[in-house]
């Protein structure tokens, strides 16, 4: 079962780019990876998701090694707006839904 | 187009009283899933409709919980008796397909108490 890892909070001024990096040692051949954005009073509201390598699309990027034990959101140019919980999560819903594991989440505060 | 919505958005309940909560999904989303986050854990998926049947139900915690979506159209989440530990916040979700490549559309949630 892949049971995923994320810090608890991140600081980081504007302007700059973000990494925050989710640990699922025991991901399943099957299993995907994929990140949430969630605000406050809000649900989790989709941001990327891959499978192995880099994935990019217009608000970050998505680095999964070889291994697929760890993967890493990329958020460039952070801003204000971007103070949020970021959630990874692991699992594929065929073999299971029951085997999907999100992350405690990490809290971003984004500094002017 | 309208998002995925909930009612109640707030729930505060006794223990041993029962809670309905209502999930309305994206218009023409078949695949329909309720989640729950405790305090202080993770979310945790609950089960997963396809139109109006239960294709995983493999997350309820027991048979307090019962969830329809008659007609296929919203969903009902019900709690009876509720206990102290199913306070939490339950989301709904909603997609086109039932992959996990298909994406999936939160609602807000409803915060339920149990006292």
């Known amino acids: 079962l892949a049971k995923t890892t994320q810090p608890i909070s991140m600081d980081s001024y504007e302007g700059q780019e973000v990494n925050i990096t989710c640990s699922h040692n025991?991901?399943?051949?099957?299993?995907?990876i994929t990140w949430y954005q969630q605000f406050p009073s809000q649900g989790p509201r989709f941001i990327i998701q891959?499978?192995?390598t880099k994935v990019t699309n217009e608000v970050a990027s998505l680095f999964i090694p070889a291994d697929r034990k760890s993967s890493t959101l990329s958020l460039p140019r952070v801003s204000l707006s971007d103070t949020a919980v970021y959630y990874c999560?692991?699992?594929?819903?065929?073999?299971?839904?029951?085997?999907?594991?999100f992350g405690t989440g990490t809290r971003l505060t984004v500094i002017p | 187009e309208a998002g995925v919505t909930q009612f109640p958005s707030h729930s505060v309940i006794e223990k041993g009283q029962t809670v309905t909560l209502r999930c309305d999904p994206i218009?023409?989303?078949?695949?329909l899933y309720w989640y729950r986050r405790v305090m202080g854990k993770e979310i945790k998926f609950l089960l997963h409709?396809?139109?109006?049947?239960?294709?995983?139900e493999s997350g309820m915690p027991n048979n307090r919980f019962l969830a329809e979506r008659t007609g296929g159209t919203y969903s009902t989440l019900k709690v009876q008796p509720a206990e102290l530990e199913d306070s939490g916040v339950y989301f709904c979700?909603?997609?086109?397909?039932?992959?996990?490549?298909?994406?999936?559309?939160f609602g807000p949630g409803t915060r339920l108490t149990v006292l």
């Open positions: 979700a909603s997609s086109l397909g039932p992959r996990t490549t298909d994406t999936q559309y």
């Open positions: 409709f396809v139109k109006e049947s239960k294709q995983d």
């Open positions: 218009s023409g989303h078949d695949n």
């Open positions: 999560l692991v699992g594929d819903f065929v073999t299971g839904a029951n085997n999907l594991f």
């Open positions: 025991n991901i399943a051949t099957n299993d995907y």
């Open positions: 891959g499978y192995k």
